[in-house]
């Protein structure tokens, strides 16, 4: 067994008890790369092979520890089985193979990440995928990495979050769609930079999150900031810049971005008012936010209100992102000329839904 295996544990994650297959049987067959999502833990099997018993060749149990090996059977795991390549044999320095085998973990680990921000399109949650390991059988180089992605929900809790198996096949679908999105955010894996402690590599993949151009891996790095925090606050000034991404708006943010995502995603005429007052509210913690206030809306409103309003304009930014990623046209590049033609096309909508607005 000549391979390179990565795996990816997943947290706060109830799933059906099953593995579900994320390379088509072609691939597969053709490339002899096996992927699967699992909550099947040991008894999981790949090509005839108990993955229990593959574990223990590979002495796993021993290399990350009793207690991250107990964790990673009981909880979901993403896997992928892979042929060794020539320059799997090739590195004449540790160092090498470490950025070697660290790009190739950072791009599973990626995609595990687009899962995790699937299901959070999906409904409000906090899948974890912090821990993530690749072994190879033949040089029997092995790497236990870790990245900082740890998440709250939108009451800035940790929970677990339960799917169903219709729920788990659609967010396999939108993680490829997001998956490609990240593609296209011009982060260069070979540049993240990384650290070394205790036989743990820790990745510093915020610091290269700074020169994305276009809109929708922008407004996933907002997202993805609003995931991390606890600060329900914090959260909702996130959730404005995240909304502010697709929509292109320069002006008057509050009352633009109110009734665009009013006029895009509202049913009915009660709850398009609605929107807006919440989108209004959530502008008026963001100003207080951004200038070191305790929020003015506290003085007149409990924190449950506050997390109301969070949990709403989560649920917002959830319908908008699950409508704007089917039209590829709206993910503008970062110039005049782009900005300005989606920013009419939302305008528009805005426009034609309130005109005694405008």
């Known amino acids: 067994m000549d391979m390179n295996i990565l795996i990816n544990r997943i947290d706060n994650l109830e799933m059906p008890k099953k593995s579900y297959k994320l390379i088509n049987d072609s691939i597969e067959k053709e490339n002899q790369i ?3 999502l699992t909550y099947l833990g040991k008894e999981l099997q790949i090509k005839d092979v108990k993955i229990e018993m593959l574990f223990k060749l590979m002495g796993v ?6 207690i991250k090996y107990d964790s990673l059977l009981k909880n979901p795991f993403f896997i992928a089985i892979m042929p060794s390549e020539d320059i799997d044999f090739s590195f004449k320095r540790k160092k090498e193979m470490d950025r070697h085998y660290g790009i190739k973990s950072m791009i599973f680990n990626n995609m595990v990440i687009s899962f995790s921000l699937a299901v959070r399109f999906i409904k409000d949650s906090c899948i974890n995928s912090t821990n993530f390991y690749l072994f190879n059988t033949m040089n029997l180089y092995h790497s ?16 677990s979050v339960k799917l169903n198996d219709d729920e788990v096949e659609y967010a396999i679908k939108l993680m490829y769609e997001i998956y490609g999105i990240l593609l296209e955010s011009n982060i260069k894996i070979s540049d993240i930079e990384s650290s070394h402690y205790k036989n743990i590599t820790n990745w510093e993949v915020d610091n290269s999150m700074n020169n994305i151009t276009k809109s929708f891996p922008r407004a996933l790095k907002h997202l993805q900031r609003a995931r991390r925090t606890g600060d329900i606050s914090d959260k909702i000034s996130e959730y404005c810049s995240v909304l502010e991404c697709p929509f292109s708006i320069k002006k008057d943010s509050a009352k633009n971005i109110g009734n665009i995502t009013a006029a895009y995603i509202g049913n009915k005429n009660y709850e398009v008012l609605e929107i807006k007052e919440d989108i209004k509210q959530a502008y008026g913690i963001r100003s207080d936010d951004d200038h070191g206030q305790r929020a003015k809306y506290l003085k007149s409103n409990s924190t449950e209100d506050l997390d109301k309003i969070a949990r709403k304009t989560d649920d917002y930014v959830r ?11 709206l993910n503008y590049e970062d110039t005049i000329e782009d900005k300005a033609r989606v920013r009419k096309f939302f305008m528009d909508k805005a426009k034609g839904n309130f005109p005694s607005e405008y």
Not at 319 to 325: L, S, T, W, Y
């Open 61 to 66: 149990k021993d290399i990350i520890g009793s």
């Open 34 to 36: 096996f992927a699967y």
């Open 144 to 159: 236990d990495n870790n990245r900082n992605s740890g998440t709250t929900t939108s009451r800035g809790e940790i929970e």
């Open 319 to 329: 319908r908008v992102f699950n409508k704007v990623i089917k039209d590829k046209g």
